[in-house]
């Protein structure tokens, strides 16, 4: 811990780690200005660039984790296992991101599908109808 | 006789794990129990950011938060982001200053880890501070709450109303944003004179000394609603409801509970590592670590805990703030 370096080493190298995520964290409040609109750019029609500012503020934030875990948490330093049986646990959450957004945008679908059937008037005429369409992999009971 | 010796202590050192003396990974009892309860903690945090996720993908509309978080101390309006901007760095800063401490405490150096141990709490003060600052603002300024959220979003361009009952000349895009505010109460008002207090001062008044004769009453250009919240009218324009006119409403609901459950609990988590950060400073000062055969441990345990505040604080503020 630390005695791998000088003194004078590991001070310099807490500073340039205090400029390292300084300077990161400046860069992800720009570009996030700069994907709202507020550097005097309008990027609101560009899709693109607004998915590849949310994949760089997230690579960004995890890039500070990483250095935080390893550099002022000494990580770098531990056995092996140690870091393997604190980090790895954490991989589940890749699982969880993934099922509860899914489920998430799930609920919106089924949100807008609720309020589209509320506007429908039920007195209508079947034929003026929009109806809706049961989706193909639906399970239909025959009731013939 | 000195060959068995050596078998000896040879045989102690390969010995049964069971026999104790020895360390798992290397790492002290405490280290090691740090790192376990730090990793259940960041799962518990994670329950909450996947659960903001969660509800954010599941609604229509969300807060912008350049838009919620924009507002400083002084009077500083429209600066989006800044505020938070700064409680961020008071947050690296006292990392920073922690790893000195910790740095200090490796070379017996007292009078070092003390001193970078007290700017380190005043960094996680200063951050609380901050917090306090920002939540006053929320809910007294802005009457947010748990189970309220006046920050909604337009869905779809529209003109708002004139004093007149007309469509106005203020207009509005989709996924604008606005704050529904609240209307002091003036019995002794006539409606003419709401409505020219309303016009004397503009709606972009952030202020917001609004003031009506009753509430749960519709003055034709704005409903004010039974808690006095100010709803106004608008024309929508594009859309299948294009041409009706429309009100205001409040916002995701789930969004205060979500924002003061989250970031208080990150909070909590501030003020208890500055109460133990000052306990240890306090250990420390009085010669207590001296004496141990660990030496200064203890700073480097509540310095892990420290990072991690620091490290939670990298993706609160990244899905609260940033995206």
């Given amino acids: 811990m630390g005695g791998h370096k000088t003194y004078e080493e590991s001070i310099r190298d807490v500073y340039k780690g205090l400029v390292l995520l300084a300077v990161v964290t400046l860069v992800e409040v720009g570009i996030s200005l700069l994907g709202k609109g507020h550097l005097g750019i309008d990027v609101s029609g560009y899709g693109w660039l607004l998915a590849l500012i949310a994949i760089g503020l997230i690579v960004l934030s995890l890039y500070k984790a990483y250095f935080i875990i390893y550099e002022f948490m000494h990580m770098r330093y531990e056995v092996k296992g140690l870091a393997m049986s604190v980090l790895l646990p954490t991989l589940l959450l890749v699982w969880a991101v993934i099922a509860f957004f899914q489920e998430g945008d799930s609920w919106k679908k089924r949100r807008e599908d609720v309020k589209k059937r509320e506007t429908v008037d039920p007195n209508a005429p079947s034929s003026t109808q929009e109806g809706f369409v049961i989706p193909e992999d639906t399970f239909v009971p025959d009731l013939g | ?323």
């Fill in chain 2, 1 to 323: 006789m000195a060959e068995h010796v050596i078998e000896h202590d040879v045989q102690t050192d390969q010995g049964n794990a069971w026999d104790g003396g020895k360390e798992p990974f290397k790492a002290s009892y405490g280290k090691l129990m740090m790192w376990y309860f730090l990793l259940s903690d960041a799962f518990t945090f994670a329950g909450f950011l996947i659960a903001y996720g969660t509800l954010r993908f599941s609604s229509q509309t969300w807060p912008v938060p350049d838009f919620v978080f924009s507002t400083a101390p002084f009077g500083i309006h429209d600066a989006p982001l800044i505020f938070v901007t700064i409680m961020s760095f008071l947050l690296i800063i006292s990392s920073v200053t922690m790893v000195r401490a910790v740095q200090e405490g490796h070379r017996e150096n007292k009078r070092g880890v003390v001193f970078w141990m007290l700017l380190t709490v005043l960094g996680g003060a200063g951050f609380l501070g901050c917090q306090a600052w920002e939540w006053t603002n929320l809910i007294g300024t802005e009457h947010m709450t748990v189970t309220r959220n006046p920050f909604g979003t337009h869905t779809e361009s529209g003109v708002y109303l004139g004093y007149d009952g007309k469509p106005g000349e203020e207009t509005f895009e989709a996924g604008g944003s606005y704050l529904i505010h609240k209307a002091d109460l003036d019995a002794s008002l006539s409606d003419e004179e709401v409505v020219a207090g309303f016009a004397s001062h503009g709606e972009d008044d952030h202020a917001g000394h609004a003031v009506v004769n009753e509430y749960g009453k519709d003055y034709g250009f704005m409903y004010v609603d039974d808690d006095g919240f100010i709803m106004r009218k608008f024309v929508v324009e594009e859309g299948e409801s294009a041409g009706a006119v429309q009100m205001e409403a409040f916002g995701p609901k789930a969004f205060g509970g979500l924002f003061f459950f989250i970031t208080g609990f990150h909070g909590f988590h501030v003020l208890s590592g500055v109460a133990f950060l000052l306990i240890i400073l306090i250990n420390a000062a009085s010669g207590v670590y001296v004496e141990r055969k660990n030496g200064y441990e203890m700073v480097e345990k509540i310095g892990l805990y420290w990072h991690f505040v620091d490290l939670v604080w990298v993706f609160v503020f990244l899905v609260f703030y940033l995206l």
